[in-house]
């Protein structure tokens, strides 16, 4: 008995027979509890597999598991332990947020002593219990995607399959979707996301999966891809003292590949430096001790642009060589 | 209680999607809107067909006639029961072409099949939603139909039968709608599609009809019309032997065509020996049993096309399913179609005769002038207040009148410019002081002459009633002639009558033909 909860094994799709893969050959292995996340830009298959998750979507070959079942031969029974919420938002005019959740809830079968209980419940985990009443159609986008990532809870699922989640949220929205993954995860719900915003997913999951042309690229921890990648990074620095010492402190340094002073000039006291180190977080943090140590005075250290943007690019640029 | 929900296997009755459906259907004011909208036109188009119903009736017949009410019963039935239909072919599809496609464009499909809820139990909550709705409506106008039954002249049979072709011509083209919409995967598309195929089988049918016939110049094949609702709706509920006639604006001739002419009548039609293939059977069971076929195909194909995944995959309860449908199907067929049920017994005639020349069979009454129904009522016998003491009438003999009723029948029926002859058989007459009732077998035809030879054209025959009345200048006067009274007025041993003494074609054909030659060979 493994530990994971969602399998594949050789997934593949073809929407036209001899059309191009839309996936090729997934092998996809998901813990139980973990806060998946698939990245990769629009149309590299990432729609597929979640649609594939939950039983909509024929695989041209290979196997699923989820939860030990195998979605091919038991294609019904899978509704029951996966909530699946789709990239976009379908509303049912006329319809009130309560008896939208009731109407799921009946789809799924609940007993009505049941669905009287979880619907209040739901609506309170989503911060939706005031607008009960409300019609649907007329909430906001982010309350739309709360109430539709409750809907995908009715039945308790397992698992959730929640495609692009945060797409088309405004910032705060976003930060409550996130809330919310987090608090659904240390429920013990094992979450697989979608997304093409990479930093969006680095906040949040203890997985990724890179996908790209629906090739698997790259799937485990952050860090360990990281660490794959060997990706280095780009680091600002605000030295206020001995600008000589400090840059020659960090060429000196392991890993440090170039430094650059940034806003010209030749004050000796003041400067903007850039370096790109490669290694990861705890030789960073070394370089940062090494310098305050021999006494250069450091305002600001702080990394540049996105380290999994580039790792990303990276790794994207590899599958398209 | 039964239990209708917590069935494993079986499709709920009551699932969620109809509890969904309903909901929000009846929500907000617009089916609240359209109910009474369409009860209002409903209504509005009652009272003016007994407007003119009564306008006309009070024209046509002398006073005394006992008939009239009878007249606007069944005048105001019919008129309806078509609104009814015409309403049920507009509305059906609107109101489920957009189902399956609309779950699809709001994008709620998806989180549809992600919950244990079947595609088919999605279907059948979605066509048990919309169809409650048209069935609403054609309830909700039962009561107001049920005036009719004031007026009478309208059997409980009747209202029964066309109750039931309205209920199944909604089930069918609702599940065409449902079958567009799942097929096509676009509302706009499915309804264009559903509008198509219904206005083909209302009218294109009706008009291949007449496009045959008038092609081939002859009676054109009537299975073309089986598939045809207005033509059923006509079977069902027009009286044996309507054919022709004008009461309140009510224009027989066309429920005549629509319903397939002389020999698809039920009545006349069984009795008559009129070709070699006998044609009993009246056109609304062909096409009940045609739209419960089409309603099963499209129903069983609709689940096929809902399902996300596995499509034409069919499970071993499908097999039972379509199994006992098909059963059920075949049952259904052999009871109607097998045993000689619903006609008063087609007996084989006991001499078929072929026709001596091949029959050509058209409606002829098409084309007869009937009165001005915008004239001003003017009852044909002004009761003359005289103080001349009125004579009484002489008593009345049909067999007198024999010659001037087949000729007034002619000049009736038979189309303008056209020369011909009307056979009447007189079966029954009622004798009253100043009133009198005939009812017979009308049988009359077209005949040429080309190059010395007498060459027949259109022909057919039907019951008919004419009403003859006592004038002021003491004469027995013709008051017109009437195809659809005949329940009304006759007594049933005489309607039985009617239906055991089958007119004998053959013998009015060969009259006429007698006629002719005198006539216009002058042999």
Redesign the interface.
Known sequence: MNDFIVETHNLSKRYKRRGPLALDNLNLQVGRGALFGFIGPNGAGKTTTL?ML?????PSAGEITIAGRSVRKE??AI??H?????D????????TAW?YLD??A????LPADRRRTIVPELLELVNLAEKRDEDVGHLSRGMQQRL?LA?ALV?DPQVLLLDEPASGLDPRARVEMRELLRELSAMGKTIILSSHILSELAEMCNEVGIIERGRMVANGSLASLRQRAQAGRMLRLHVLSDVAKATALLADFAGVADVIRLNGGHDPTEAWLETYLTGDDRSASDLLAHLVQNGVAIAEFRQVGNELEELFLQLTQDEAV | MIQLRNTKYAIRIINPIIVKELRTHMRGSRAFAILTGYLLILGLLAYGLYRITLASVQQGYGPGMTSQSAHIGQTLFIGLAFLELLSVCFITPALTAGVISGEIERRTYDMLLATPLRPASILWGKMVASLTYVNLLIMAAIPLSSVVFLFGGVALRDVIQAIGLLALTAITYGTLGLFFSALTRRTGRAMVLSYLTVLFLALGSAFIWAVTGAVTNQMPPREIMYVNPLSALASAIVSPGASSGFYGGMSYELLYLLSGGPDMMSLSSSKMPMSATPLGRPLWQYTTAIYLALTVVCYLLTTQLVKPVRRWRIGWRGWIGLLIVLAMLAAGSLVVFGTDWGSTGWREPPTPTPPPFPIVEKVVVEQVVMPEPTEAPVPPVPPPPTPVPTPAPVPFSASEHQAALENYLAQELLPEGETGFCDLDILWTRDSADNADIIGWIYCRTFRVTDGELIPGVGASTLAHVPMYWTPDQEWQIGGASFGSMRALAPPEVQQQLLDNPYDEAAGEERLRERARQELLGE
């Open positions: 649609r939950a039983g909509l979507l024929e294609p019904r509704h029951r996966v909530g699946y919420m789709p976009f938002f379908g509303v049912y005019h006329e319809m008896e109407f799921f009946r789809c799924h079968d539709c809907r039945h």
